[in-house]
């Protein structure tokens, strides 16, 4: 773990993802999928954060230069924020689309770019967010109500 | 149907876990982000893939058993990851259709995937 903060909001946990090696690609996820267990967090909702935390980190490993994801936990819900260094997304909508993929070949070789991912995420979750500025950035915002 | 049975029908090994575990329902792909967005039940995966991320995505969805189907065998920094989170882990040289048709013709089930 990169950070743990506990205060008023809650506990704060940061963790980095990179792109050079796929095959830790999910560590982060099984983390924090640890530590929801360790909080008593119902288990549907933990698979549903860990689903969600997953695609997210395999997207920001395959598809983009590094990013971080941060965990909040409050009384009443968790946020996830994954952010990333770019190289952004151009079309959003198109990009939300079931079935829409640019993965490369060694993505698909590990058993993803189905262009499921996206939508998967918003399903899981009970608020989604998804911003990007093409060249700049990729933010996705999620909420979870316990 | 407990694992031994399943191991019999596929003509299958055992590389880790419980042969008194048991499974109902299978699911059947080589694509993960398929398994992370239809899997809703307690299911085995059947997959050709062998690498670390099957198992992530199978720990992300809390599934238990794994089938590894047409020969594959995964290495053993797989295999470990595998038996840190308690999972049973089996091997086959049937392909994913003959695998997947002698587990249903014994009553294994499908999921019904929804389409919202
Ligand atoms: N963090 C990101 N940075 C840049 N592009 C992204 C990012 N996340 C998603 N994309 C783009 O959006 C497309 C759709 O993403 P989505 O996760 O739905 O599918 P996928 O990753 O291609 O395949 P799957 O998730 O099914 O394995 C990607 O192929 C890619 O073009
Ligand atoms: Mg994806």
Redesign the pocket.
Known sequence: MNSFITNNDGIVLKYVVGNDDFSIVGEVSSKIKNVLKQLNIDNKLIRRVSIATY?AE???A???LG?YIEVTITENEIKIKIR?N????KDTKL??EKG????SNK?RELG?????????MKRCSDEFKIE?KFGEY?ELNMKFIK | MKISKVIELINGEILIGSIDDSINFAFSSD????VLAFVNEDTALLTGLVNNQVIRTAEMLDLRTIIFVRGKVPPQEVVNLAKERGMTLLITNFTMFESSGVLFKNGIEALRISNE
């Open positions: 695609e395999v997207n920001v395959i598809h983009s990013g990333d770019g190289p952004g997304i990009a939300m829409y993929s640019t993965a993505a993803f770019g189905a262009g499921m991912g996206l939508p998967n990007s990729t | 694509l993960m982000s398929d």
